[in-house]
């Protein structure tokens, strides 16, 4: 080392001054220091380990808080039963051990209806983990080719399909086709599978959107034998459906389209009537005369105003339950229709389905067709409801007729929050809407319903959830049915009685209480008594602690 830098050294190491060998002399505090420590330092989720709860709870951000637990048993199970779902679990680690190898071994042995039930399984608990390789190796399993899109990632964002082409000496045994929200599957791709399944009988292509006119020729020249067809959310035209009832329409049992334009009704359908239809899914919109403007569908806002069917249409409402005398399941969804309008229906029917939300539904015509069907009537789904000046009476008439659906199992009352755009029809709904579930909710529903869905503009009472009290006690202290509540966004009343009221849904299973004012003390009564409850959705519910609302199952109370 250099002689300078050493004696530099030395000189530092012997300074008296120096901070190691005697202390630093107090200092004056600046005006700059004093003003800092005046300075009030706002607390953040960085200085405080509490305000990230605080800070969620009190914000508006509605990131989903659903708790789960593993699902309760309905009973004793069967031997059989405890070997698919073990199987079904541990699929992903019985795989992995030698790439399925042992796997398809096992499965070799497995009867055709035991693979069947481990398939569904599977695809539920590693539906993301199955490529298309293992799909087309592994779960082919006539009779039923089964590809269900929202459960299977791989589906859902596939392309091509061609290895989903049965070995040529399985094909005659398919007599069953599902392949259901595969958005990217092209039509060609989807109709080269249809052409090697020249057997099936029921066809369901629910939410494959590119499936279009060659689906439908191959389907028309290869399943001579079709009985059952779903082509919800595809780009089937107005031609291809006339051509599928043109073949198909006597033999029929199953036809479900949405969202489809219907501008020549008596040539679609001029093969009436169709006399095996029995599950008919048609847009609400079926038989409103199209407006002659092409313009005003472009220009429209809100829902369209109903206008009466031509009075030379092949199909009328009076005289719907000629087209199809069958029907037990009929969805209008988005039914639109005008005041004094009357559907006729035989006998029968067991589900009605109008959808959430939509265009108004004059209430008179609503009590009619439910009226006729109370005796059989097991599925409901209603949106809005228009009574011509808000009448009190044609609410509370809907609701003693409701009351009389002594089958009723699923009831739906699901609106629009931001309301129909019309006046009137929101001020009925927002003053009178307990009137329509009410009577049935404190009567005769509590014997058969298993699913209750509401989400109306007016406060819930939460008395309505308890039972009719008439003196009999043995009716007070009955179990009810009910296994599935969902009122999201509900105004609870008061959600301490409401919880109360809860107790006795013993068989709850699933329950739905995001956006609304329920508390931690309202829970744990709520699981106290409802020990069967699996899932539990709490978003954005603010009187719930935020730590709790992931794993409420969780919480010592």
Known sequence: MPPKQTASASSKRSNPTSSKSSPRKKQKPSNTSKAKRLIKVQRSVWNSKDDWDQLVSDSALSTSSVSTRSPRLRGLPTLVKCAVNSISRGFKRLWEIDEGYSFNIAWDFLPPHLKSEVREMVFKWWGSFLTLKILSEVFLVPPHLYLPGELLPSIASANHLKVFIPAPETQAAYTSFTLKHA??????????????????????????????????????????????????GTKVTEADLKALLDKFGKQLEVFKV??????????????????????????????????QNPRYRSSLVGHPQPRATPAGSLIQWSTFDEVFPALT????????????????????????????????????????????????LKFLSIGHIRSKAASEAEFRRLGEVLGRCTKLEVFKFVTDQHGSRDAICDAGLSRFSNLVYSPGLTGSWSKSLKVLSLSVPQIIESSVFFPYDDGQSAQAEETSPLEHLELPSASIDNTQ????????????????????????????????ACPLLSRVDLTSCRGIDVRHRRNIFKVKF
Request: hydrophobic share 40%; charged share 20%; aromatic share 4%.
């Open 329 to 376: 399941h009929l969805c209008l969804d988005g039914l639109l229709i005008p005041e004094d309008t009357t559907i006729l229906l035989n006998s029968g029917i067991e589900k009605l389905d109008l959808g959430s939300g939509g265009p108004p539904v004059p209430i008179g015509s609503l009590i009619r067709l439910i009226e006729s069907h109370k005796d059989t």
């Open 497 to 528: 009685v409401f919880a109360v009221a809860l107790s006795r849904f013993t068989k709850l299973r699933t329950l739905d209480l995001s956006w609304t004012t329920i508390t931690d003390d309202d829970m744990k009564v709520i699981l106290e």
């Open 258 to 291: 949405d969202e489809d334009v219907f501008d020549d009704i008596n040539n679609t359908f001029s093969s009436l009537p169709f006399p095996r239809i029995t599950h008919l899914s048609l847009p609400g919109t079926l038989l409103n005369a199209p407006h």
């Open 183 to 232: 958005s990217k599957a092209t039509d060609v791709g989807i109709a080269s599978v249809l052409y090697h399944l020249p057997n099936l009988q029921s066809v369901n292509l629910k939410g494959c959107s590119l499936a279009s006119s060659r689906t439908v020729q191959t389907i028309l020249k290869r399943c001579d034998g079709l009985k059952k067809i779903n082509l919800k």
